[in-house]
C-alpha cells in the first residue's frame, strides 16, 4: 500500500487539477471501519476533517482522538433513536432527510457546542427505497432547520447512482437545487458531493465538499455493527 502522505498528497492535487485556476474543494476523509489510528495518523499529515457513517464506531474514535479537535460528519443514515447522540458528538450531520429528527437534533444540540451544522441530503434520482428527501421537498426541510438556531443550515449533499453520476446529469441538477434554495438561505455554502469514483465530475458541477474513502485510505476493512 503506498503510504498515506503520498496518497493524501496526490489526493489534493488531483482535487486542485479538477478546476484550473478554481478554488478547490475541501476534502472530507472518510474513515468508516479505518482504526482511529490510520485517523491520527491522516491528522497528523494535517486532514481535519472526517466523514463517518455508524454511530457506535464513530462516537469511539471521536471519544478517543478528543485531543486532536477534529471536525467530524455524519454521513450515514440517522435514526430518531440516534439523534441525541450524534447531536452532542458530531460537528456535522450531513444526512438529514425528513423533518421528524429536525427537532430532536435541535433539543439535544448541547448549549455549549456552537449550532450543529446540517445538510440536506437529496435523492436527487429518486430512486425507490433510498435515502434522502425528494428534491421538491428540500424547501420545505430547509426552511424548518433555519427555524431552529440550535441548527446551522450549510447546503445539500447527495450520492447519486453510480449508473447515472458519470454523465454529470444528477449532479447538475443537484448544483441547480443548490442555487435556488440558496435564493432563501444565502448561507448555504456547501454542496456536498463526489467519492472516490465520481469526484471530477461532481466538482466539475460546483462540488465544494468531495467525500472520500477508498481512494485516500485504500480498500476499506469490512464493518461489523448494528447501527
Ligand atoms: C463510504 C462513503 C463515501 C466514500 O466512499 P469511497 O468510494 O470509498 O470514496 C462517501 N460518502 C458516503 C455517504 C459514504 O457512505
Not at 96 to 122: F, G, M, T
Amino acid at each position: 500500500m503506498p503510504d498515506l502522505a503520498q496518497t493524501l498528497l496526490s489526493l489534493q492535487n488531483a482535487l486542485a487539477a479538477c478546476i484550473p485556476g478554481g478554488r478547490p474543494p475541501a476534502l472530507l476523509a472518510v474513515s468508516k471501519t479505518q482504526s482511529a489510528e490510520r485517523v491520527a495518523e491522516c491528522a497528523a499529515l494535517g486532514q481535519r476533517a472526517f466523514g463517518e457513517n455508524y454511530v457506535q464506531e464513530a462516537i469511539a474514535k471521536i471519544t478517543a482522538l478528543a485531543n486532536l479537535d477534529l471536525v467530524w460528519h455524519l454521513i450515514g443514515p440517522l435514526q430518531s433513536n440516534k439523534c441525541k447522540t450524534v447531536a452532542e458528538h458530531f460537528d456535522w450531520v450531513q444526512t438529514v432527510d425528513r423533518e421528524k429528527i429536525v427537532p430532536l437534533l435541535a433539543q439535544y444540540r448541547p448549549a455549549s457546542k456552537a449550532p450543529l451544522n446540517v445538510l440536506i441530503q437529496v435523492n436527487i434520482d429518486e430512486e425507490p427505497g433510498k435515502s434522502g428527501c425528494s428534491p421538491d421537498a428540500a424547501a420545505r426541510l430547509a426552511d424548518l432547520i433555519d427555524s431552529f438556531p440550535r441548527l446551522r443550515l450549510r447546503g445539500l449533499m447527495a450520492i447519486p447512482d453510480p449508473a447515472h453520476s458519470a454523465d454529470g446529469v444528477a449532479f447538475e441538477r443537484m448544483q441547480a437545487l443548490f442555487r435556488t434554495l440558496q435564493q432563501r438561505h444565502p448561507q448555504m455554502d456547501t454542496l456536498s458531493m463526489g467519492m472516490s469514483d465520481d469526484y471530477p465530475v461532481a466538482i466539475r458541477h460546483g462540488a465544494t465538499l468531495v467525500r472520500v474513502g477508498s481512494a485516500l485510505f485504500g480498500p476499506r476493512p469490512s464493518h461489523s455493527e448494528d447501527t
